[in-house]
T-cell receptor, first 113, second 112 residues
Framework: DGGITQSPKYLFRKEGQNVTLSCEQN?????MYWYRQDPGQGLRLIYY???????QKGDIAEGYSVSREKKESFPLTVTSAQKNPTAFYLC????????????FGPGTRLTVT | QKEVEQNSGPLSVPEGAIASLNCTYS??????FFWYRQYSGKSPELIMS????GDKEDGRFTAQLNKASQYVSLLIRDSQPSDSATYLC????????????FGKGTRLHILP
């Protein structure tokens, strides 16, 4: 089955700890994205990557970091510098950088206390 | 003005009726418009995309686009309880990075 997987589904961390969220796709899509969603809010773009070994900041990149060493994988690290890390994190991909149709993984719900 | 605006709802519609969801956007250069459905606690699912003025139909769903009025809508015919979800409108923002910007969504509740 082709699709996007994110793990884990739920993640709990103590304040001050870095945490890495996994995102893997087997759709052979070039572009990948990370969003966060807060209750009652729209999706906000954190980072995106249009091709392997390249990524760009989105609207709210502060306190986050990413890597894109393989086409299939786009992990997101939430660092201790992120002031309000508790949120629902969504990974998405699109066929190519110029394609706007994005397909989402199931998401990771991060709680930091 | 917000880049993508939607009424947050909830919008309550009787089962079998037509649900009408609306979205306005601020970037006159936008060319690509999407509707996503998001069930509570789940990730968004792409249900419709529209690129030209007019109507686009797919099963019980019809997307309508009016670029002159900067308005896009989603009609759901013969509404079912399983249509109860939050519907997100998404638009490409040409005036910045040409990335997709999402509205906050409209909660739709279909009354059995």
């Amino acid at each position: 089955d082709g699709g996007i997987t994110q793990s884990p589904k739920y993640l709990f961390r103590k304040e001050g700890q870095n945490v890495t969220l996994s995102c893997e796709q087997n759709l052979n899509h070039d572009a990948m994205y990370w969003y966060r969603q807060d209750p009652g809010q729209g999706l906000r773009l954190i980072y995106y990557s249009q091709i392997v070994n390249d990524f760009q900041k989105g609207d709210i990149a502060e306190g986050y970091s990413v890597s894109r060493e393989k086409k299939e994988s786009f992990p997101l690290t939430v660092t201790s510098a992120q002031k309000n890390p508790t949120a629902f994190y969504l990974c998405a991909s699109s066929r190519e950088a110029g394609s706007y149709e994005q397909y989402f993984g199931p998401g990771t719900r991060l709680t930091v206390t | 003005q917000k880049e993508v605006e939607q009424n947050s709802g909830p919008l309550s519609v009787p089962e079998g009726a037509i649900a009408s969801l609306n979205c306005t956007y601020s970037d006159r250069g936008s060319q690509s418009f999407f509707w996503y459905r998001q069930y509570s606690g789940k990730s968004p699912e792409l249900i419709m995309s529209i690129y030209s003025n007019g109507d686009k139909e797919d099963g019980r769903f019809t997307a309508q686009l009016n670029k002159a009025s900067q308005y896009v809508s989603l009609l759901i015919r013969d509404s079912q309880p399983s249509d109860s979800a939050t519907y997100l409108c998404a638009v490409n923002r040409v005036n910045r990075d040409d990335k997709i910007i999402f509205g906050k969504g409209t909660r739709l509740h279909i009354l059995p």
